[in-house]
């Protein structure tokens, strides 16, 4: 019965990419080619998320399809993300002592980014793994 509690505590593990500027553009491709649901969200100028309109800088874009889901960003134009960085794996959940826990083993060895702290009612951080593998680890209030 514990190990079920323990899959039920992740919310997903799904491909997370920087496309430095082009998130609208590859997130309605990949929505014409693979259906499904695309959400794509902004922030106003509080760091409020909300709704993109055209032209909006993309801070959030999530499309579902059959079961699968892939997050996208626009980045950040003073961070380009460099070839072969511009791809994570993001993990998400609500316990945050495991998710904690988590987010620490895959930085051992590696190198934490920027420590899990909150941002947009999350709690968020960012590694790489041993392997050089990216992650963003984001813990939803329970």
């Avoid at 800088?57 to 003073?78: C, E, M, N, T, Y």
């Avoid at 620490?104 to 941002?119: C, I, V």
């Amino acid at each position: 019965m514990r190990i079920v509690a323990r899959l039920l505590s992740i919310k997903y593990l799904s491909p997370y990419i920087n496309f430095q500027g082009n998130a609208r553009e590859a997130m309605e491709f990949y929505h014409k080619v693979l259906g499904g649901q695309l959400v794509l969200r902004t922030t106003d100028e509080k760091g409020v998320p909300k709704n993109a309109g055209p032209g909006d800088r993309i801070s959030h874009a999530q499309l579902k399809a059959d079961g699968a889901q892939i997050f996208g960003v626009d980045g950040h134009p003073k961070y380009p993300a460099k070839v072969g960085e511009n791809v994570s794996l993001a993990l998400a959940g609500t316990d945050k002592a495991r998710l904690t826990k988590i987010f620490h083993d895959l930085a051992e060895g590696g190198q934490t980014k920027r420590p899990l702290t909150q941002q947009s009612g999350l709690e968020v951080g960012y590694l790489v793994d041993k392997f050089g593998i990216n992650w963003v680890v984001s813990i939803d209030p329970a």
